[in-house]
């Protein structure tokens, strides 16, 4: 159900994720190699984060690489590490502009020592910030699930609860998200936070990745304030 909430109640949206799709055919579109959309789509993040900084996003979570991404071709694949390595390096830099907690979601076992030790030394400094940025890098909603389970389990936890499961995902941290933005045109949510999707507001656009900035982020967050969020009541 529709009902626009007026400018004056609005409360900045706490936590918004983001399916950052269409990187590939953006490129294609321009005569370039898929991993030139890459590097444009790491912009388009870098422009987005600004922009959620300044309209006060506490939490912000993209679906980087999942699990069933190993799929596609090596070149594409050595070229997304060589993206997040070179964007720790910047995040690194700039830690004290980013204000952000930085989180991996996923299992980092598969990723080179080097990739494993940056991703992990950038956790760890920048732990104490209080604004949240999580990063799907070999994530998957299922694989989180079950990992969360088998990590009771080693616990010795004999039952679970909602609450329990939501404590043992790699997004413990954070809240469930209030809205996610797929971009690219494709109506599904492939695999990305299948648990703490429960009560989002979904957002679909055709606009490619590298072509989502801060006027089309404004479009997602104007149509959200239109939502009704009723958690199953009425
Ligand atoms: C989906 O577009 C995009 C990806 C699978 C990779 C996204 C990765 C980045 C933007 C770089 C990661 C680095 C940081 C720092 C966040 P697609 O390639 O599936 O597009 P297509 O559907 O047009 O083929």
Same mark, same amino acid.
């Given at each position: 159900?529709?009902?626009?909430?007026?400018?004056?109640?609005?409360?900045? @949206?706490?936590?918004?994720?983001?399916?950052?799709?269409? #990187?590939?055919?953006?490129?294609?579109?321009?005569?370039?190699?898929?991993? %030139?959309?890459?590097?444009? &789509?790491?912009?388009?993040?870098?422009?987005?984060?600004?922009?959620?900084?300044? @309209?006060?996003?506490?939490?912000?979570?993209?679906? =980087? /690489?999942?699990?069933? #991404?190993?799929?596609?071709?090596?070149?594409?694949?050595?070229?997304?590490?060589?993206?997040?390595?070179?964007?720790?390096?910047?995040?690194?830099?700039?830690?004290?502009?980013? %204000?952000?907690?930085?989180?991996?979601? &996923?299992?980092?076992?598969?990723?080179?020592?080097?990739?494993?030790?940056?991703?992990?030394?950038?956790?760890? $400094?920048?732990?104490?910030?209080?604004?949240?940025?999580?990063?799907?890098?070999?994530?998957?909603?299922?694989?989180?699930?079950?990992? =969360?389970?088998?990590?009771? @389990?080693?616990? +010795?936890?004999?039952?679970?609860?909602?609450?329990?499961?939501? +404590?043992?995902?790699?997004? =413990?941290?954070?809240?469930?998200?209030?809205?996610?933005?797929?971009?690219? +045109?494709?109506?599904?949510?492939?695999?990305?936070?299948?648990? %703490?999707? $429960?009560?989002?507001?979904?957002?679909?656009?055709?606009?490619?990745?590298?072509?989502? &900035?801060?006027?089309?982020?404004? $479009?997602?967050?104007?149509? /959200?304030?239109?939502?009704?969020?009723?958690?199953?009541?009425?």
């Amino acid at each position: 159900m529709k009902t626009t909430v007026t400018a004056k109640e609005r409360k900045p @949206i706490e936590h918004i994720a983001f399916i950052m799709d269409g #990187n590939g055919r953006w490129a294609k579109k321009r005569g370039m190699p898929r991993e %030139q959309g890459h590097r444009f &789509g790491v912009k388009a993040f870098q422009s987005i984060l600004e922009h959620c900084r300044d @309209i006060g996003v506490h939490t912000i979570t993209v679906y =980087a /690489f999942s699990t069933e #991404n190993w799929k596609r071709p090596e070149k594409e694949v050595k070229s997304i590490m060589r993206l997040m390595d070179r964007y720790l390096s910047d995040f690194e830099k700039n830690m004290d502009r980013y %204000q952000m907690r930085l989180c991996f979601l &996923g299992d980092k076992a598969p990723f080179d020592a080097k990739l494993r030790a940056r991703m992990e030394q950038m956790e760890q $400094a920048s732990k104490d910030r209080e604004r949240i940025l999580n990063i799907g890098f070999n994530y998957g909603g299922r694989d989180e699930i079950v990992h =969360a389970c088998n990590r009771l @389990i080693a616990q +010795g936890v004999k039952e679970v609860s909602e609450d329990s499961i939501s +404590g043992a995902l790699y997004t =413990a941290a954070s809240s469930d998200p209030d809205l996610i933005i797929r971009t690219g +045109g494709d109506l599904r949510i492939s695999n990305f936070m299948l648990w %703490q999707a $429960a009560y989002a507001e979904l957002y679909f656009t055709d606009v490619l990745w590298p072509d989502f &900035g801060p006027a089309e982020l404004d $479009a997602a967050i104007e149509e /959200f304030y239109t939502r009704q969020r009723r958690y199953g009541g009425v």
